[in-house]
Nanobody
Framework: QVQLVESGGRLVQAGGSLKLSCAAS????????MGWYRQAPGQQRELVAA???????SYADSVKGRFTISRDNAKNTVYLQMNSLKPEDTAVYYC?????????WGQGTQVTVSS
């Protein structure tokens, strides 16, 4: 069982920055891919950014150039640095560990961007 705990979400003004953290209960090496998803009210959950074991990253078009995903294997933690935030980035952000055919999720952290 993998437990994921997100933190760092809060209210921020448009144009500001936030750094989200996702701490895993076990080594993140077991996750073939780790990612950040978000879900806005009335919307489907969407993939924001992901990093695979080899270190390759991918991003949703809407956040390219503004968000950066990174991982600290020694701390079993994945980060999401978010810059130039926009009101449309407002959502609950979830951390995900994809291990084989199983997905593990954190409880989410709220990010609210005011205009």
């Amino acid at each position: 069982q993998v437990q994921l705990v997100e933190s760092g979400g809060r209210l921020v003004q448009a144009g500001g920055s936030l750094k989200l953290s996702c701490a895993a209960s076990i080594s993140i090496f077991i996750c073939g891919r780790m990612g950040w998803y978000r879900q806005a009210p009335g919307q489907q959950r969407e993939l924001v950014a992901a990093v695979v074991l080899g270190g390759t990253t991918s991003y949703a078009d809407s956040v390219k150039g503004r968000f950066t995903i990174s991982r600290d294997n020694a701390k079993n933690t994945v980060y999401l640095q978010m810059n130039s935030l926009k009101p449309e980035d407002t959502a609950v952000y979830y951390c995900n560990c994809a291990r084989g055919g199983t997905n593990y999720w954190g409880q989410g952290t709220q990010v609210t961007v005011s205009s």
